[in-house]
């Protein structure tokens, strides 16, 4: 694949190249499904509170509206979303599917790893 050739690999992309002009990092995930990257989580909570805002079309406005949005999501929800995030790897880890692992994140949502006996719950709970 062109990409990974070597002429490819060690050049940043725009993006980078923009971060780091304003003294940031981008850091590239691979991709998975929402659950799995808590930031995805932090993105559609901002995207929720940005809704609230007044239409505008100008791009001051949606600039300013933007970074009021990410400011405004609380650090609680930031930490709810990681430790939604972890119960989630915990339970594709210990094999289960997504139906499941939907369950078990509801059922121990005050809990950072699932139990070991999760199996034998979802057994009883008619999920296997």
């Not at 990681?82 to 499941?100: C, E, I, N, V, W």
Request: proline share 4%; charged share 25%; hydrophobic share 40%.
């Amino acid at each position: 694949m062109l990409y990974n050739e070597p002429d490819f690999v060690n050049v940043k992309s725009l993006l980078e190249i923009a971060c780091e002009a304003r003294g940031f990092r981008a850091i590239f995930f691979p991709k998975f499904h929402c659950e799995l990257n808590f930031i995805e989580q932090c993105w559609g909570y901002s995207k929720q509170l940005y809704r609230k805002f007044p239409v505008s079309s100008k791009e001051a406005d949606l600039e300013r509206n933007v970074l009021a949005a990410l400011e405004s999501v609380p650090l609680d929800a930031i930490r709810r979303f990681s430790t939604r995030s972890l119960r989630f790897m915990d339970a594709y880890r210990k094999g289960l599917d997504g139906k499941q692992a939907a369950w078990a994140s509801k059922r121990y949502r005050g809990h950072h790893v699932l139990p070991e006996t999760i199996m034998a719950e979802l057994e009883t709970a008619g999920l296997t």
